[in-house]
């Protein structure tokens, strides 16, 4: 009776309701996507399809003319490279450091420490567009303006209070009698750091440098301030908003641009989408 | 040395380097701007043509009596709430849905979700600019709007940043609130469902206040995001938008410092941002102390 009961909620009941949240998610699912289809549709079309008055989601000779235009019209290989050395640059430089101090706070106890924490916490909510002025000045007297170094110094700073608060943990979630049993083994304490614990934290530190690296890659503010007259150090989202003039913009060349700007994001979001998604858990229970 | 005996100094050694950058360039900066905001600025000073002086609180009581200071503050502040309270809704409302739905709609969620993500701010604004052009956009043909122009309108162009914004940012919190149920037994909700309780009930009820220190979280991640949108507004309203009707604080304070070279007005802007984010902080540190956290 229990039994036939169960199936019944199961079968009888539940099935319309689940099959009606299966059929909306997946409608979603595609809303969700669609701006990005539609992105990649518009870098293939042709250029009279573009601008058409009766836009069609398909396409029946897809082209390559905008990409062309992309590459050949701005050094669009070249602000890629420079993209990528500054988000490289950032996720790596802050790992390294976000590691040593996520080990401090997580591994030892002393004075100052839950003050520490609460400093990082704090350094989050700065909303870093603020100083955007003093930063200009600063860069400008390091010699540092229109060039990458102006883009990777402040990201490194930016990016370290989540990726320390994320990094604990991961840190944490080390045994600590794991460190006691290398010590006996004669481990020195770098030894420990580098050969131990820096292999085991290794996925949480993927996990939070997706953040660093979007964060870099995505920059458009301080990219347009402290690059101001040298084109050859500009990035990515500079190199777009050239094809976009407000007035009459190259549909084709904006959106071949961005599909080249998205593209390497979405394969690093793709690959570390696991450990992304356990990492966020494992940040917001601790 | 034996390394089981932690010298004092071991964890600083560790910080250091995070110390030094954080120091360096975050804290600095932030004194730095303080300090612009109290002192006369512009094209001039910078250049050195003339002498920096003190203004005391003479650029903030210039910003006060500006009428547009508190127009675009006002929007500012509305506009985020707008955000945050819609990026909540779709995210947590996708979470719950997302745990109704077997395996093959549940990745098809997630992957859109994660492509949304990742999109980059300036390529997000530009695809939605040209989902809804007024001339080449599918959206505009699809609901029969002629040639309507969204971001001529006030409202309008605020509307049209704002589903750019939550696009972008539902999949945060949906992942992380989806993160959370994961965690929360399944006997807790298979007993609510038993006794009855309606979907919305099982929300409000069993889940919300079990999610609790995650929906703060977001939250205020949320709220920090949205307060200090620029790519968006500046990119799909082109600086702020007719006769800076679409202005927030950031990318105001960007215009009167770059645009139009008074660098202290803009740093009292951004004083006044940090100052309002701050507040938002204090309470969030409230809630995790309330909550007994340990950090």
Redesign the interface.
């Known amino acids: 009776m229990n039994l036939l009961l169960r199936m019944g909620v199961r079968l009888g009941v539940r099935r319309p309701w689940r099959l009606a949240a299966e059929a909306s998610a997946l409608l979603i699912a595609v809303v969700v996507a669609f701006p990005l289809y539609w992105m990649v549709l518009s870098a293939f079309k042709p250029a009279g399809e573009i601008e058409s008055t009766e836009p069609r989601p398909w396409t029946l000779s897809p082209s390559l003319d905008s990409f062309r235009r992309v590459f050949e019209q701005q050094d669009f290989g070249r602000y890629f490279v420079n993209s990528l050395v500054v988000a490289c640059s950032v996720v790596i430089v802050s790992a390294l450091i976000a590691f040593l101090a996520a080990t401090a706070v997580t591994r030892f106890r002393f004075r100052f420490r839950t003050t520490l924490l609460i400093m990082f916490l704090v350094a989050q909510m700065v909303p870093v567009e603020a100083l955007t002025i003093p930063l200009f000045f600063q860069m400008r007297d390091f010699g540092l303006l229109n060039t990458l170094g102006s883009l990777v110094l402040p990201h490194i700073a930016f990016s370290l209070p989540f990726a320390i608060w994320m990094l604990r943990g991961f840190v944490k979630a080390v045994p600590e009698a794991l460190e006691e049993a290398a010590y006996i083994d004669g481990a020195s304490r770098a030894r420990f750091l580098w050969q131990i614990l820096f292999p085991l934290v290794f996925p949480g530190l993927v996990a939070t440098s997706v953040f660093s690296f979007i964060s870099a890659w995505n920059d458009f503010l301080f990219a347009k301030s402290f690059i101001i007259s040298d084109t050859s150090q500009s990035t990515l989202p500079m190199a777009l908003l050239v094809f976009y003039k407000p007035d009459e913009p190259d549909w084709g060349g904006v959106m071949a641009a961005s599909t080249v700007m998205t593209i390497p994001v979405l394969v690093f979001f793709v690959l570390v989408q696991r450990r992304l998604v356990s990492g966020l858990g494992g940040a917001v229970k601790d | 040395m034996n390394?089981?005996t932690?010298p004092?100094w071991?964890?600083?050694l560790?910080?250091a380097?995070?110390l030094v950058?954080?120091g360096?360039?975050?804290l600095?900066?932030?004194y730095?701007?303080g300090l612009?905001s109290f002192f006369q600025y512009t094209q001039a000073q910078?250049s050195g043509g003339e002498p920096t002086t003190f203004e005391g609180f003479g650029n903030y009581t210039e910003l006060f009596g500006d009428p547009q200071f508190w127009q675009v503050l006002l929007a500012t502040v509305v506009f985020a709430a707008a955000c945050v309270v819609s990026t909540l809704a779709v995210g947590c409302a996708?979470a719950v849905?997302?745990t109704?739905?077997?395996a093959v709609?549940?990745l098809?969620?997630?992957?859109?979700?994660?492509?949304?993500?990742?999109?980059?701010?300036?390529?997000?604004s530009?695809?939605?600019?040209?989902?809804f052009?007024p001339?080449?956009?599918?959206v505009n043909?699809m609901l029969g709007l002629g040639d309507y122009s969204w971001t001529y309108g006030r409202l309008s162009a605020f509307f049209l940043v704002l589903l750019e914004v939550v696009?972008c940012s539902f999949p945060f919190v949906m992942?992380?609130v989806?993160?959370?149920i994961?965690?929360v037994p399944a006997e807790v909700l298979e007993a609510a469902s038993l006794d009855g309780a309606s979907q919305w009930r099982i929300w409000r009820s069993v889940l919300a206040p079990m999610l609790r220190?995650?929906l703060v979280?977001v939250t205020i991640q949320s709220v920090?995001w949205d307060?200090?949108v620029?790519?968006q507004i500046?990119?799909m309203t082109?600086g702020g938008g007719i006769a800076g009707q679409n202005l927030v604080l950031?990318v105001y304070?960007?215009q009167k410092?770059?645009a139009s070279s008074q660098?202290s007005l803009?740093?009292a802007?951004?004083?006044v941002?940090?100052l309002i984010?701050?507040a938002?902080?204090l309470v969030?540190?409230r809630l995790l102390r309330r909550q007994g956290e340990e950090?």
């Open positions: 390394p089981r932690k004092a071991t964890p600083w560790y910080l380097p995070a950058v954080l360096g360039l975050l600095y900066p932030i730095q701007l612009i910078v996708l849905l997302l109704r739905v077997r709609p549940r098809a969620l997630m992957l859109a979700a994660l492509g949304a993500w990742a999109t980059p701010a300036v390529t997000g530009t695809v939605w600019l040209l989902l052009d001339d080449f956009g599918p043909r696009w992942v992380t989806y993160a959370g994961q965690a220190p995650i979280v920090i307060f200090k620029f790519t500046y990119v082109n950031n304070a960007y410092a770059f660098y803009g740093s802007i951004g004083i941002m940090l984010l701050l938002v902080t969030y540190l950090l």
